[in-house]
C-alpha cells in the first residue's frame, strides 16, 4: 500500500482554494476584465506555482459562473448582460425569501434571540455591516465588496440552512462581478453604493420580517437601476 500523501493534499487543495480565492478577486477589483482571456501556463507563472493547482483553481471558477473554459484558448472571465444582472436580482431575492420562510418556520439550526449563541453571532454580522457601510459611504467599491460578502455569508449562516447559504453566497460573488464592470467606470461613487446592512439586522434581531422584507426589495430595486442607468450610458 503506497504511503499517505495526506499533508501534501492538503497543501494542493489549500494551494488551489488560495489561487481560486485570489483570481476571484482580481475580477471583483476590475484586473482581470470581462472577455480577458488567459492560460494555465500564465496564472502558473504569475504566481510561481505548478500548472496542477491552477488548473484545478481554473476549473473551481468555471463551474462558479465566473469564466468561461476554451478547449483550445484556455479560460475568459465571463461576460454578464444586464439580464443576467436583472435574473441574479431575481434569484437573490427568492434565496432570501426562502431564508426568511425557514426563520419563521423556526428552523432548528436557526440562530435564536434567546440563544445564548446569538448575541455574539448578530454583534459580528452587525460589525460586518457597519464596516460594508462605512465603506459604501466613503465609495470604496473594493472595501464594500469584501465586507459585503462577508456580512451576507454570516447573516445567511443565522437562517440554519447551509444550502441556501451557499447559493446566496455564489449569487452574490456573480452579482458583484457583473456589476464591477459598470461600477468601476464612476470616478465617485459615494451615496451611489446601497448601505442599509444594520437597518436590515436591527429588523431581523426584532423579528420584524415585513421591514425586513421592505429593505431587501428596495435594494433590489436600487442595485437594478443603478446597473441599467450605468449599463445604459
Known amino acids: 500500500m503506497p504511503a499517505s500523501s495526506g499533508n501534501g493534499a492538503v497543501t494542493r487543495s489549500t494551494l488551489r482554494q488560495q489561487i481560486a480565492d485570489a483570481l476571484r478577486d482580481e475580477v471583483l477589483a476590475g484586473r482581470l476584465q470581462p472577455g480577458q482571456e488567459f492560460t494555465v501556463k500564465e496564472i ?3 504566481y510561481g506555482v505548478s500548472a496542477t493547482p491552477v488548473r484545478e483553481a481554473l476549473v473551481d471558477l468555471s463551474a462558479q459562473g465566473l469564466l468561461d ?3 483550445h484558448r484556455g479560460f475568459r472571465v465571463h461576460e454578464y448582460s444586464v439580464d443576467d444582472f436583472r435574473g441574479m436580482i431575481e434569484a437573490r431575492g427568492l434565496v432570501i425569501e426562502g431564508m426568511f420562510l425557514a426563520l419563521t418556520a423556526g428552523r432548528p439550526n436557526a440562530v435564536r434571540p434567546d440563544d445564548p449563541r446569538a448575541a455574539a453571532v448578530v454583534a459580528g454580522v452587525r460589525r460586518r455591516g457597519e464596516e460594508a457601510q462605512r465603506a459604501a459611504a466613503a465609495g470604496d467599491l473594493t ?3 469584501g465586507y459585503d460578502l462577508r456580512f451576507w455569508r454570516e447573516l445567511g449562516a443565522c437562517f440554519g440552512n447551509p444550502y441556501l447559504a451557499d447559493f ?3 449569487l452574490r460573488v456573480q452579482t458583484w462581478v457583473c456589476a464591477v464592470q459598470h461600477l468601476r467606470r464612476l470616478t465617485d461613487l459615494r451615496g451611489e453604493l446601497w448601505a442599509c446592512h444594520t437597518e436590515l439586522v436591527d429588523a431581523l434581531i426584532d ?3 415585513d ?3 421592505a429593505i431587501i426589495a428596495a435594494y433590489n430595486a436600487h442595485s437594478l437601476t443603478l446597473i441599467e442607468r450605468l449599463a445604459s450610458g
Open 69 to 71: 473554459a476554451d478547449q
Open 207 to 209: 423579528r420584524d420580517n
Open 143 to 145: 472595501v464594500l465588496i
Open 44 to 46: 502558473a507563472e504569475q
Open 168 to 170: 446566496l453566497h455564489r
Open 211 to 213: 421591514t425586513a422584507r
